[in-house]
């Protein structure tokens, strides 16, 4: 039986290293979109796609803090960390920076339509007081 599952584990290895080697990325001069850079049918297409899910997220905020008003203090605090960690630049290897985004802790602890909004918020406030995006 622990042969069958060496040999199993090399065989995942050995495919993965196959994959990666076959499949190697290549230079990408990508970086977020600039200012006025996107169409406006495309901005407008995109919030309009947004908004059902920031109303969806407003209800579900609204009931989330009804049911249970002691969860205030803990959206706060996701939307201060979501905050904190999308504010973090980390230097990539290719000279540009990446940055985590913390809503993912959020969605789980709370759902996705509630982290939208929070979201949101963060990225206005991002905007407004670190001046990101401009």
Do not use: C, D
């Amino acid at each position: 039986m622990k042969r069958k599952k060496w040999m199993s584990t090399l065989l995942l290895v050995l495919g993965f290293v196959l994959y990666f080697s076959v499949n190697e990325p290549e230079s990408a001069y990508a970086m977020h979109i600039m200012e006025g850079f996107l169409p406006m049918g495309w901005a407008i297409f995109w919030w309009v796609a947004f908004i059902p899910f920031f109303v969806l997220g407003l209800r579900a905020l609204r009931k989330i803090t009804k049911e249970t008003p002691e969860l205030k203090i803990m959206l706060g605090l996701a939307g201060a960390f979501t905050f904190v960690l999308s504010a973090l630049k980390i230097p990539s290897v290719t000279g540009s920076s990446s940055h985590p985004t913390g809503t993912g802790l959020g969605a789980v602890m709370f759902g996705p339509l509630p982290m939208s909004v929070l979201g949101s918020i963060v990225l206005l406030f991002q905007a407004v007081l670190l001046a990101h995006g401009a």
